[in-house]
């Protein structure tokens, strides 16, 4: 069963520190998307790649966030420094997107992120 | 521009009887719409979608939405909710005009079943 993973879990990490979050696409998925999920702005559109290059990262706090998708199996995002008000359900998806295309994007279980 | 909204942060059904979660949207060119449901603690699970074709569309767990042009919604149905049904229901709209364009999603609508 195909399916979109990513790692860790769950993260507590002190305010300072740097988190990085993986993710690892279904094979054969050309585009990879990292929204950001909380209480307050719900669903965000943080970054998004086809075929490995970074199309729109408009979204992302561009200081202390980073996106990079290194192999076509790994997509990485990266905070440094954390901050407090960065405590939030990142989620990686995936879907085969060409052009104008409707094809569904699936998603991971989520990173639960909590910055003390 | 893309947008999508949600107008009901909640909605109640008794166990048994009809649910309708609503949904309108607005892009530039041709929409693609798209259901999401969230269980607790889980990821975003696909529902359905509309691209083109037939309006009504069905989708998993006997749920289905009507596309609707001219008021610009597509309302999330389904004829008898179950207490399983219980989530967090997200509409999600792309612009089927603009190539680049992620998934614009709305606020999510809680749905309660009650037994």
């Known amino acids: 069963d195909a399916r979109v993973t990513q790692t860790p879990r769950h993260k507590v990490t002190e305010m300072g520190q740097e988190v990085t979050m993986r993710c690892q696409p279904i094979l054969g998925h050309n585009t990879v998307f990292w929204y950001r999920q909380t209480m307050m702005q719900g669903l965000e559109l943080l970054a998004y790649f086809r075929n490995r290059a970074p199309l729109d990262d408009s979204g992302m706090p561009k200081d202390r966030f980073s996106a990079e998708m290194p192999d076509a199996t790994l997509a990485t995002l990266k905070i440094q420094p954390s901050e407090p008000r960065d405590s939030a359900v990142y989620f990686c998806?995936?879907?085969?997107?060409?052009?104008?295309?409707?094809?569904?994007?699936?998603f991971g279980e989520g990173s639960w992120l909590t910055v003390v | 521009a893309q947008s999508v909204a949600q107008p009901e942060d909640q909605v109640n059904v008794a166990e048994g009887n009809p649910l309708t979660v609503k949904c309108t949207y607005s892009?530039?060119?041709?929409?693609?719409l798209f259901w999401y449901v969230q269980y607790p603690n889980r990821g975003l699970q696909f529902l359905l979608k509309?691209?083109?074709?037939?309006?009504l569309v069905k989708g998993s767990y006997g749920f289905e939405a009507e596309f609707n042009k001219s008021q610009t919604s597509f309302h999330l149905k389904k004829p008898s909710a179950l207490v399983s049904d219980s989530a967090l229901y997200f509409c999600?709209?792309?612009?089927?005009?603009?190539?680049?364009?992620?998934?614009?999603f709305g606020s999510g609508t809680r749905l309660q079943v009650q037994p």
């Open positions: 509309y691209i083109t074709g037939d309006n």
């Open positions: 998806a995936s879907g085969l997107v060409h052009g104008a295309s409707g094809n569904t994007i699936y």
């Open positions: 892009v530039s060119g041709n929409p693609y």
């Open positions: 999600a709209v792309r612009d089927g005009s603009a190539g680049r364009r992620a998934l614009t």
